[in-house]
């Protein structure tokens, strides 16, 4: 299972989850599409990808403890 979340003073705190990231992708684009038009395909698939990076940084380290972005459940 993976996770994303996306926080907006908007909305505040939405958790996303998916079978893989086709699954993910397909649930945060579909809440892009209403609360963050203007983002495209490629920035929510860079955010995820980013979420992956900050997710390895929140885990290890000084960091770790950090709430993740992105995650396998």
């Known amino acids: 299972m993976r ?12 958790v996303f989850t998916g079978a893989d990231d086709e699954e993910l992708f397909g649930n945060i684009k579909a809440h892009a599409a209403e609360a963050h ?6 920035q929510i698939r860079e955010m995820m990808a980013g ?14 403890g950090s709430s993740p972005s992105a995650y396998d459940k």
């Open 37 to 42: 038009p203007a983002l495209t395909e490629t």
């Open 3 to 14: 996770g994303f979340h996306c926080v907006d003073p908007a909305h505040g705190r939405i």
């Open 51 to 64: 979420a992956d990076w900050w997710r390895s940084m929140a885990t290890s380290g000084n960091n770790a």
